[in-house]
């Protein structure tokens, strides 16, 4: 049985019709990674999973752990243990990134998680980021950069520790340094063989020290390819001239 498995899925922003029928399966343990041009539906099926009440599922299933979601929530999705995080993360001002996560946890959960537990795995998570202790007071993206705001992403997956994690345009926007170190967050996040990962992209930056199992291009709505890790190499390659002609 698939973690996630799509059949036929049509999504709606609006009044247009953004995915025309997209088929994808992810299984335990499994990294996939989404390309495809500007515009193509990328961050659109990253919310359709994630339930975002601004995108309407007007055909076809999502399954989770083999349970028909599609009239659940992104709260109750979230429970279940998907997690998405976001191209642009907000600002919170007035609560902490630590609290904000541990009020995650307790959430998701449904029990009270203890201050220490969490600090002592909290400073083990911060440690693989190369981040300071003091980063994680500070209230939730404000006054982030955007290096930090992504990194605070990452953080809160490795935190939370989802059973599938969909990482949106995660490396967009950042240098080399900050790539690196977003990347070994996600390797992190690998070393679990439960838990399973979708890196929507349309650069292969974040991409070159992963282990990827399978890549599909997603162009003006519709899947259009599947590949291994090499369908990366040859996009890195060539672009997406040969999907868009």
């Known amino acids: 049985m698939s973690l996630l498995s799509i059949k036929n ?8 019709e953004i995915l025309h029928g997209i088929d994808l ?31 309407e599922i007007t055909d076809g299933s999502i399954e989770f752990e083999g349970k028909d979601i599609l009239e659940e929530n992104a709260t109750n999705r ?7 995080s976001f191209q642009n993360p907000i600002e919170v001002p007035g609560i902490s990134l630590a609290n904000f996560m541990r009020n995650s946890l307790e959430r998701i959960s449904g029990t009270k998680v203890k201050i220490w537990d969490f600090r002592k795995k909290l400073d083990e ?7 300071d202790k003091e980063y994680a007071d500070r209230d939730l993206n404000v006054g982030f950069s955007g290096g930090e705001k992504k990194k605070s992403e990452i953080l ?10 969909i990482l949106d345009e995660t ?4 240098d080399v340094d900050a790539v690196k170190t977003v990347s070994e967050g996600v390797k992190e996040f690998q070393k679990d063989k439960e838990r399973s990962l979708i890196i929507i992209t ?44």
Request: glycine fraction near 12%; hydrophobic fraction near 40%; charged fraction near 20%.
């Open 25 to 55: 399966s992810i299984g335990k343990g499994e990294t996939h990674v989404i390309m495809g041009p500007n515009g193509a539906g990328k961050s659109t099926l990253g919310n359709a999973i994630m339930g975002n009440p601004n995108y």
């Open 78 to 84: 979230a429970k279940m243990g998907i997690y998405l």
């Open 156 to 165: 809160q997956l490795l935190m939370l520790n989802p059973k599938l994690a």
């Open 171 to 174: 490396d967009s926007g950042l």
């Open 125 to 131: 998570k911060l440690k693989v980021l190369n981040m």
């Open 202 to 245: 349309h650069s292969t930056r974040i991409l070159e020290s992963l282990n990827v199992d399978y890549t599909h291009v997603i162009v003006d709505g519709k899947l259009v390819e599947t590949g291994d890790a090499s369908l990366v190499e040859t996009i890195n390659k060539n672009g997406f001239e040969s999907y868009t002609a």
């Open 9 to 16: 899925l049509k999504v709606n922003v609006g009044d247009k």
